[in-house]
């Protein structure tokens, strides 16, 4: 069992266009079950409110946070206890699934706060009611040996980005997805203040005008690399995405599932591969 929130990985590493492999440190992602109990009609009901992803650790003051910030409790003293329950302990062996019991003088509209969570969730997976709701809702049709782009471009990437950025070069507080072709053609560019939001603009986009081509395309997003941003990934059949920040372990692990090449942390002459390192060439 991890206690610090982090796991190691085995990764390729590339510097001036040749290729090592490196262990590496990763933040863990896990789904976290929120689930209230309270009491109404005379009888405790339990409830699921959401799964939100977060790296394992102090979950009590994650949810004791979001609790207070939602407006759903006013004092720490309105809960009696959180406790984990069911035997979900997902790969890194932490509990996954919590209940939060809360005094019977804490009326809560059960229907209002479920519609609130779903309507307020800032990405594809946040909000959702159950830990079964984030699986694959079907198999991808992901060709493993496509695209094949070479060694050389994935530094550019960033500058090709930002040059094409008109909302962040004007505001400075927005991110990016782009759709590049594998000579490092841009065919087109999505800006949005949320990142999961700026990757469905762009898949809505390609998809709406037909310019997906998903086996001689890629994707580079301008943040971090999430479950949730590699799940979009996954669900429209691309192959292979390029993050200018860190990716989680639980987007390395689905990478790993389904063969999708995950590319991270992309400086002046290096960057990480962290699955999928048969789409980049010439590996040295």
Request: aromatic share 6%.
């Amino acid at each position: 069992m991890s206690t610090t929130g982090t796991v190691k990985f085995n990764i390729h590493r590339v510097k001036d266009s040749t290729v090592e492999v490196k262990s590496d440190t990763i933040a863990i992602e896990e789904p976290l079950e929120i689930v209230l109990k309270h009491y109404s009609d005379k009888a405790w009901i339990e409830e699921p409110l959401m799964v939100t992803m977060r790296t394992p650790g102090d979950d009590r003051s994650l949810i004791s946070g979001l609790l207070f910030s939602e407006g759903i409790i006013t004092s720490i003293g309105d809960i009696d206890n959180i406790t984990a329950f069911g035997s979900n302990t997902g790969k890194h062996s932490v509990n996954n699934s919590m209940i939060v019991t809360l005094n019977k003088d804490n009326q809560v509209n059960m229907s209002k706060l479920q519609r609130h969570f779903m309507v307020n969730s800032s990405c594809g997976v946040c909000g959702k009611g159950t830990l079964n709701a984030i699986e694959i809702a079907f198999e991808p049709n992901i060709n493993k040996s496509v695209p094949q782009v070479s060694v050389d471009l994935i530094p550019n990437l960033p500058k090709l980005l930002n040059t094409n950025q008109t909302q962040f070069a004007q505001t400075g507080g927005v991110h990016a997805s782009a759709l590049f072709g594998a000579d490092g053609e841009m065919f087109h560019l999505a800006e949005d203040v949320g990142r999961h939001n700026a990757l469905d603009k762009l898949i809505g986009h390609a998809k709406t005008n037909n310019i997906l081509n998903p086996f001689e395309q890629f994707v580079m997003c301008s943040g971090r690399i999430g479950f949730d941003i590699i799940q979009k990934i996954l669900m429209s059949g691309i192959g292979m995405v390029v993050g200018i920040g860190a990716p989680t372990s639980l987007a390395i692990d689905l990478a790993k599932k389904f063969d999708i090449t995950l590319i991270g942390f992309i400086k002046k002459y290096k960057y990480n591969i962290y699955n999928g390192e048969w789409r980049i060439k010439p590996l040295h």
